[in-house]
């Protein structure tokens, strides 16, 4: 079993940054592909970053190419999600997740955070 715990979250300006993480415990990560995914009030959970399990593979959604980063240290059982230039739009709660297989759909993850809330103002 992984447990997940996410941190970071907070009320924010648009235009501001901020960088949330993610810490596991119970097993390494460092086999598994990591994903963040975000849920609007009243909308589907959707996929924001993932990793490969090595570090060497990144891929984002359209809405966050070019402005959020995801990365990760083995060493320390972490992931980070580095959010530059937030906008309204990115309002969300934001999960971690583990996955063997990963990739850009939540049924590929196996084991999830309870989440961390982002809040963006105009």
């Known amino acids: 079993q992984v447990q997940l715990a996410e941190s970071g979250g907070g009320l924010v300006q648009a235009g501001d940054s901020l960088r949330l993480s993610c810490a596991a415990s119970g097993r390494t990560l460092s086999r598994y592909t990591m994903g963040w995914f975000r849920q609007a009030p009243g909308k589907e959970r959707e996929f924001v970053a993932a990793?490969?399990?090595?570090?060497?593979?990144?891929y984002n959604s359209d809405s966050t190419k070019g402005r959020h980063t995801i990365s990760r240290d083995n060493a320390k059982n972490t992931v980070y999600l580095q959010m530059n230039s937030l906008k309204p739009e990115d309002t969300a709660v934001y999960y971690c997740s583990a996955g063997s297989r990963g990739g850009t759909r939540d049924y590929e993850y196996d084991y999830w955070g309870q989440g961390t809330q982002v809040t963006v103002s105009s």
């Open positions: 990793i490969s399990w090595r570090g060497g593979t990144t």
